[in-house]
């Protein structure tokens, strides 16, 4: 299993489940599995957790900051086809039409280097090279467009790649032999 953790879902945790968890359960699941390997932090989510909030996440869980618990993604490089699927099926074509081909080569670079992107060419790397059929993304957004961004988010690309994406509450439920999350 190998579970790659979203910027929202980390703020979610901190925010909504560490101050309400008195037998830090639900840390000690997150921090065991950042150190096991289970869980993956990538380098532009720890990033984006690092600007976001007044640095809520990396100051409310130790672990976060230490190097070897992030996960370089120098090594993902998009494919032919995932290019294809960015131009086709990742973005939402009544936005994409508005924009001029600049704009739209500028929104797409910018998409590409984003730790959305970078989540999903992770877990396609992990489902295609390394065989783990078992990856989760997990995200609190929406799979629907109402942010007149030019692509779709990650639960709607993960449907679209057959990618499971969970929410942070359906990670908690799916775990909770392991985690046992009691309030």
């Known amino acids: 299993m190998k579970i790659i953790v979203d910027t929202s879902s980390w703020l979610a945790l901190v925010r909504y489940y560490i ?69 086709n099926q990742f973005t939402v074509q009544s936005i994409k039409r508005r924009l001029t081909d600049v704009e739209y080569e500028n929104r797409k670079e910018a998409f590409l280097s984003s730790a959305d992107s970078k989540i999903i060419l992770k877990a396609q790397k992990l489902i295609k090279e390394e065989k783990i059929e078992n990856t989760i993304v997990v995200s609190e957004e929406t799979s629907s467009e109402n942010d007149n961004k030019v692509f779709k988010k990650i639960p709607a690309i993960c449907s679209l790649l057959k990618i499971e994406c969970l929410t942070l509450p359906e990670l908690i439920e799916k775990y909770n032999s392991e985690i046992n999350l009691r309030f």
């Open 19 to 87: 101050p309400f968890d008195p037998d830090s359960n639900v840390y000690l699941f997150f921090k065991n599995g950042i150190e096991n390997g289970s869980i993956i932090l990538i380098n532009e989510v720890h990033q984006e957790c690092s600007f976001v909030a007044q640095r809520i996440v990396p100051k409310n869980l130790s672990f976060f900051n230490e190097k070897k618990n992030i996960t370089k993604t120098t090594d993902l490089f998009p494919s032919p086809k995932f290019f294809n699927l960015v131009d």
